[in-house]
């Protein structure tokens, strides 16, 4: 386990404050200027304590939890804290009046915080009425809160409890209160959080996560010398930048998205009231700030609308930039009989589209609502696909897996692309322009480059992108710049996509049966509008014959999603050959299936290891192959192992080990299901060994018991000797794995023999 520096929570705040404070100078307002001055002028111990308080989840602390070692007086540094303004007595900060907002009043979140003896001490100072059990649970005991924080509401500033107490008028007049404090700048230090992270989940406490190896970042400071810190921090900044432009950007961002994030948590009346009141609000105008007001309106009027609200979810949804949002607003405008208005609303869209997610539900619309098409692009397009694929339905969890072995077995070379292989193309293409200064990250948590995060990639870089693209025109060309890119950043973090040793071969056949124009119109739209379109790609890479397809695969009861059906119309108008496939579960008759038995020396297979296995390979209805070999488990055997299975120490003492029989093991298993009687058991055996060599074993698998119950039900007993003789299936030595692996082979051809009868399908 790494170790820190006693004082690290104060070098990654200094960290964390050197950035806002030089990076995003331009994006502080005088007060927030006059709270770094501040921190500044504070004593060590006095700074020591503020950061410790601020890692904390709440914004309320008790005084008997401060007790930190690289503090030398507490009671001092708290006096400070109080004396500047960086904290407040509790009682004190919950007298202030809180403005519309969907963030939880303060007095819920001090009872939120409290443990449930100390809520049952403030209910007696309250003299609440019918207060729960003793032993009711924290849940019980917050609610019983509920009519005190009904009267702290955000228009009285002083809460009247008159109705519960006599003598309590306030809560400066409680017990419980006064060993508590309430960081008052929070809010501001969250804005500054916000401004480092980028988004309103960001804690201090990923730096020492970051230093302990716990969350991983595109760079680490592990060897940072904390004995010159600032010299450090200096040459960090050099590769930094601001979020944002503007200040107004940047606080109206941040507004929006602590507000969307306060949502799920809030209250009916806090929604309605606010909901109310955003409408009033100026409408942002910054990219970041814009996205977060559209989806907090989109949530909102969804919210309306279910509680009857119809004219406010209305408005909600109309003001809302959000593509939800219009597509909902004219769906319900429809619904209200305004059929005239919403054509016109849908024939602008369709003549200056905002979005593809706005274009295609348009044209969709307009079709089936004002042309008499009966049914949905998405429904047409699966109805329309050719004759289905069979597959077993132990595909059901790995359907794009299935396929592919499926089509591996045809001889065609396959690959489980989706968004990975454009993601990644995309990412070394551009590789020069995405993480130049002024495109890249703001610091080492960023995922995303700024860049592409605020949708001006293209805007800023079109130049730049046409000539990098006209300068790729043969396929040699765009491999030797991949292969470039990979040689020099191979495994660098970038938030665009993932590194994989297959990327450059899987590139190689792309572009030896692709136009690359073909290529360089995909990621041009990709450039021009990145965070729409780096998704619902096609989930399989097919090259069969020469050729080349894309292949979206679809079982029984998936739909097509819209982004879905755009990506594959954007690869069809670039000259690519889409199709979607669908599945249909049955038994394919060239999947093989390794029926697998294995002898143990005892059932817990975090310890045990396998003495015997046996397996049975099964293709076209018909037993083609069988394995068998004792193993040695390099353990005893013990004596009830040995009278159950007839296998004892000598006999293993020289059967090759695990690792010896890997190879033999592998090819057996190749493209194959895993079955056997109680399948979890065998297969965890299997998957043990596997990672005992630093190995992974992966296979779809099927449980015979699980299958005979569903095709042959009602029986008495569903073991392997019972089911034998039920079904005069010979087992002649059980407990063997070969013979056992025999039996269940045959229970397997009974129930795939059972499942084409009842498809109407010939049997295998």
Request: net charge negative; hydrophobic share 40%.
């Amino acid at each position: 386990m790494k170790t820190l520096p006693e004082k690290y929570y104060r070098d990654h705040f200094l960290e964390f404050l050197r950035y806002v404070e030089v990076v995003c100078a331009h994006l502080l307002d005088p007060h927030d200027n006059a709270i770094v001055t501040k921190i500044h002028a504070l004593s060590e111990d006095g700074l020591c304590l503020l950061v410790r308080m601020l890692n904390r989840k709440w914004p309320f602390v008790a005084l008997n939890t401060l007790d930190y070692s690289e503090i030398s007086d507490v009671p001092a540094a708290l006096l400070e804290l109080e004396q500047v303004g960086f904290v407040l007595p509790a009682a004190q900060a919950l007298q202030r009046p809180e403005p519309t907002s969907l963030q939880t009043p303060l007095a819920e979140l001090y009872l939120n915080q409290l443990t449930k003896p100390q809520l049952q001490q403030l209910a007696a100072e309250l003299e609440l009425p019918q207060q729960p059990n003793r032993s009711a649970t924290k849940a019980i005991w917050l609610e019983a809160f509920l009519p005190v924080l009904a009267n702290d509401s955000r228009q009285q500033p002083s809460p009247d409890l008159t109705s519960h107490s006599a003598d309590l008028q306030s809560w400066q007049t409680m017990p419980s209160l006064t060993s508590w404090f309430y960081v008052a700048e929070h809010e501001a230090f969250h804005y500054f959080r916000y401004l480092y992270f980028g988004h309103v989940r960001g804690t201090l406490n990923q730096f020492s996560m970051r230093d302990l190896g716990v969350m991983g970042t595109r760079q680490s400071f592990l060897n940072r010398n904390n004995d010159d810190l600032s010299n450090d921090l200096s040459n960090d900044l050099s590769n930094m930048q601001a979020r944002f432009q503007q200040l107004t950007d940047a606080k109206d961002a941040w507004f929006w998205a602590n507000e969307l994030a306060a949502f799920k948590s809030s209250s009916t009346t806090q929604r309605l009231t606010f909901a109310d009141h955003c409408l009033r609000l100026q409408r942002p105008t910054g990219y970041i700030a814009l996205q977060e007001y559209g989806a907090l309106l989109y949530q909102l009027g969804k919210f309306a609308l279910n509680e009857k609200e119809d004219d406010l979810a209305l408005r909600l949804l109309q003001q809302s930039p959000d593509p939800r949002a219009v597509e909902k607003y004219l769906r319900l405008l429809y619904q209200t009989g305004d059929t005239a208005t919403v054509e016109e609303k849908l024939n602008e869209i369709v003549e200056n589209p905002e979005s593809e997610h706005l274009l295609y539900f348009a044209l969709d619309f307009l079709q089936r609502k004002f042309e008499n098409k009966r049914t949905s692009t998405l429904t047409d397009i699966l109805r329309s696909c050719d004759t289905p694929v069979i597959l077993d339905e132990a595909h059901k969890n790995q359907v794009e897996k299935g396929m592919q072995l499926h089509y591996q077995r045809r001889g065609a070379l396959v690959w489980r692309t989706e968004n990975r292989l454009w993601r990644a193309l995309f990412g070394m293409t551009f590789w020069p322009l995405l993480f130049r200064e002024g495109n890249g990250f703001c610091n080492e948590f960023d995922r995303l480059p700024l860049a592409l995060r605020e949708q001006r990639f293209w805007r800023e870089n079109e130049r730049e992108i046409r000539a990098l693209l006209a300068e790729l025109d043969t396929p040699g060309k765009w491999l030797r710049h991949l292969m470039a890119i990979a040689a020099q950043f191979y495994g660098t973090a970038n938030g665009v996509f993932r590194w994989h040793s297959a990327l450059l071969e899987i590139y190689s056949h792309v572009l030896q049966h692709t136009p690359v124009q073909a290529l360089a119109q995909v990621l041009m739209e990709m450039s021009q509008d990145y965070l729409q379109r780096n998704d619902g790609f096609p989930d399989l890479l097919v090259i069969d014959n020469g050729r080349l397809r894309f292949e979206e695969i679809k079982a029984p009861g998936d739909s097509l999603r819209r982004n879905q059906l755009m990506s594959m119309r954007r690869l069809q108008q670039a000259g690519f050959n889409v199709v979607v496939q669908t599945v249909q579960w049955q038994v394919d008759p060239e999947q093989p299936y390794i029926v697998v038995d294995v002898e143990t020396t005892g059932g817990a297979q975090g310890y045990h290891r396998i003495i015997e296995i046996g397996l049975v390979k099964v293709c076209h209805g018909q037993i083609i192959e069988e394995w068998q070999s004792l193993i040695n488990p390099e353990r005893h055997i013990p004596r009830f192992i040995t009278e159950l299975t007839g296998i004892n120490n000598d006999m293993v003492a020289t059967a090759p080990k695990f690792h010896e029989v890997l190879n033999e093991l592998q090819r057996f298993f190749a493209d194959a299901i895993f079955v056997a009687h109680n399948v979890n058991f065998d297969y965890s055996f299997f998957r043990n060994e596997y990672e005992r060599l630093g190995e992974v074993f992966r296979l779809p698998k099927i449980c015979t018991v699980q299958r005979m119950r569903q095709y042959f039900p009602g029986r008495d007993s569903y073991s392997l000797g019972a089911l034998c003789k039920s079904f005069d299936i010979q087992l002649t030595h059980h407990h063997r794995a070969l013979d056992d692996a025999r039996a269940a082979a045959q229970l397997l051809l009974l129930t795939q023999a059972q499942a084409a009868e009842h498809s109407g399908l010939p049997t295998v």
